[in-house]
């Protein structure tokens, strides 16, 4: 699977939105992107997926670039309780591994 | 969403001893379950890939007599860890592919491990 590069961390503010980046240049044509988010001492939750197209649902917003190359997941109002660990994920589908990276430690303040 | 249960929820233990781990998917079948491992402050490590009525595969240096994984329904794996040591306690994680929803894997809610 493609390696994918995250920040490390990042703040933001409480009913603003989080747009969280992800870079992922070696994806091939077949590998889909996925986000999950672990909130402390949880176990992950799936949060969104996508291919080429952006995708929406009620938990987040995913913008995927045109040359797939890079995708940025949209918190559209970031609640106290979105503080999370963010990991991007690529992944070949129907493949089931997936490969956490560090991901990004995103903490919404008040 | 799928749920995925694990029990215990925390376990304490004495060094030598066997603990196991159970891993339920409670409202749809996986053929394939997962057990991670994750240390404090560090990213979910896959140790081995669980598939109903066959032998697990695990991931390099996990050792599988150390680790048995036993997934004997499509509901239900469960993770023993043998002789653990004080250098096994750890946040164990199990998720599910979910056929259903497009391999889609729910996570359960982990196992904290603490050896003493």
């Known amino acids: 699977d493609a390696k994918t590069t995250q920040p490390p961390s990042m703040d933001c503010a409480e009913g603003r939105a989080a747009n969280l980046p992800c870079n992922h240049s070696?994806?091939?044509?077949?590998?889909?992107v996925y986000w999950y988010r672990q909130i402390h001492s949880q176990g992950p939750q799936y949060i969104i997926h996508?291919?080429?197209n952006n995708e929406t649902n009620e938990m987040a917003s995913l913008i995927i670039t045109e040359d797939r190359k890079s995708s940025t997941l949209i918190l559209p109002h970031a609640t106290l309780r979105d503080t999370a660990v963010y990991y991007c994920i690529v992944r070949v589908a129907p493949e089931y591994k997936l490969s956490f990276g560090a991901g990004t430690t995103v903490t919404v303040r008040a | 969403g799928a749920v995925v249960s694990q029990h215990p929820s925390r376990v304490i233990c004495k060094s030598g001893t066997s603990v196991k781990i159970e891993c339920r998917s409670l409202?749809?079948?996986?053929?394939?379950m997962f057990w991670y491992r994750q240390f404090p402050k560090q990213s979910l490590m896959l140790m081995a890939t669980?598939?109903?009525?066959?032998?697990?595969?695990?991931e390099q240096g996990v050792e599988k007599d150390k680790f048995l994984i036993n997934h004997a329904s499509l509901t239900l794996s469960t993770l023993t860890v043998t002789s653990a040591h004080p250098e096994d306690s750890s946040f164990y994680i199990c998720?599910?592919?979910?056929?259903?929803?497009?391999?889609?894997?729910?996570f359960g809610p982990g196992t904290r491990l603490t050896v003493l």
């Open positions: 409202d749809f079948q996986a053929t394939t």
């Open positions: 998720s599910a592919a979910d056929r259903g929803s497009n391999n889609e894997q729910f």
């Open positions: 070696t994806i091939s044509g077949n590998e889909y």
């Open positions: 996508g291919l080429k």
């Open positions: 669980s598939n109903e009525g066959s032998k697990a595969t695990y």
